[in-house]
């Protein structure tokens, strides 16, 4: 499938399946390494301390990266600005996959995750610049569906790897992935972005400034930053609750964590198919709404002495349909409230994302038992999302069509 749109007088013919792949690159790189960290840690010397940090460096390099591809690509196009970034992702696994010692090791992710920023930045910002405005939504979704799919799956390919090749094949594959992508982008990719404009800081930080002062990216962009973090806090506290509270072997973690991906491809399946049917408004607040009734569903089960397995994993399933439900509406109507910066909006949408994502990962580790301070965060975090979706609707902020 190939996205196109016509600028100046040409139509752009860009492959779906290549910004999937440079999408899905940039999230998967985050957790795929989680496994393999204490057998990673034993070779190397490091403590578990140390290692950690190859994944909280990860997170925050995708972060700040994605504030600079934005900009970036919005001056010198989103060609260059992907080449570069992948570039540096390729160079980076191959530094991972050599490393001597954990400080090299350590440094080596922090350029992956710059570099693999890229991919997520940029291959939304090209969607919008390429898709019909009627199927912008229904495009995005699939991009989307990979920042919350990424954290599900990786562990499961990392801990395969790691297992039957030892830690270092998974930079082999992080390798092959990276020279797959920098090829194929030469070869295959044109240039999208038709408003370059000049690239000084005094105009980035305008543009930021004029995004997150208007009510609806505002709105939208927490909201979408929320409903699709919402999953983090079960990440990080799943394996406590599924083989310390629950006495299940730690093997099956990692289909628990699986589960995310049934419910998020579900929901943003039917997002797709019913895109050009509802307005996005009616996706946001039914995704977001579903999100909090299911973690305020969580801690009424488990105070009740209720939980099960089996409904832990049904709550999450219909948690991240929510999830995905509502997500791509929300990073639609974000990217479609100012025209202009959308490479700008789409590297601050991302940024968003993470920073939430690591917020909730540090919130769910302040509370004693596992299953509550999931919970509750996830209350909260839902609950942020419903009421930001609602103050970007109330100031009429909506997605141009």
């Not at 599924?242 to 964590?257: K, N, R, Y």
Request: glycine content about 12%.
């Amino acid at each position: 499938m190939k996205l196109s749109a016509p600028t100046n007088g040409t139509a752009l013919q860009v492959p779906l399946w290549l910004l999937v792949l440079v999408t899905l690159s940039g999230t998967m790189a985050m957790h795929i390494f989680v496994p393999a960290l204490p057998v990673a840690g034993e070779a190397l010397g490091a403590s578990a301390a140390s290692m950690q940090q190859t994944i909280t460096l990860y997170i925050i390099g995708l972060a700040l990266g994605q504030l600079i591809y934005g900009p970036v690509s919005d001056a010198l196009g989103r060609r260059p600005a992907l080449l570069l970034g992948l570039s540096i992702y390729f160079c980076a696994g191959v530094m991972a996959l050599f490393a001597p010692s954990i400080e090299w090791l350590v440094a080596a992710r922090l350029l992956q995750a710059l570099g693999g920023a890229a991919g997520i930045t940029l291959g939304r910002a090209i969607v919008r610049d390429t898709a019909h405005p009627s199927r912008v939504t229904k495009d995005l979704a699939l991009l989307n569906l990979l920042t919350l799919v990424g954290p599900g799956l990786a562990p499961i390919v990392g801990a395969y790897l790691a297992e039957h090749f030892g830690w270092r094949s998974i930079y082999v594959f992080l390798v092959a992935i990276g020279s797959a992508m920098l090829l194929f982008t030469y070869r295959l990719l044109p240039e999208t972005n038709a408003r370059l404009r000049p690239l000084k800081l005094g105009f980035i930080a305008r543009d930021y400034a004029q995004l997150i002062s208007n009510p609806g990216f505002a709105g939208y962009m927490l909201g979408g930053a929320c409903i699709t973090s919402a999953v983090y806090p079960y990440l990080a506290s799943v394996p406590y609750i599924v083989h310390g509270q629950m006495g299940l072997p730690i093997s099956a973690t990692g289909w628990f964590a699986a589960s995310t991906i049934v419910g998020a491809s579900l929901g943003t399946f039917l997002t797709r198919r019913l895109s050009n049917r509802w307005p996005a408004q009616y996706f946001l607040l039914i995704g977001a709404g579903l999100g909090l009734v299911m973690a305020g569903t969580l801690l009424a089960v488990y105070l009740l002495d209720w939980l099960t397995p089996g409904r832990l994993m049904a709550i999450t399933v219909i948690m991240t349909f929510g999830a995905g439900f509502a997500s791509p509406a929300a990073l639609g109507s974000a990217l479609s409230v100012m025209p202009n910066l959308v490479g700008s909006a789409a590297g601050f949408y991302g940024f968003g994302q993470m920073a939430m994502g690591a917020i909730g990962t540090l919130l769910v580790g302040y509370g004693d038992d596992p299953v509550i301070a999931c919970a509750v965060t996830q209350i909260c975090v839902t609950a942020l999302a419903l009421s930001s979706f609602r103050f970007a609707h109330a100031h009429g902020q909506h997605a141009k069509k």
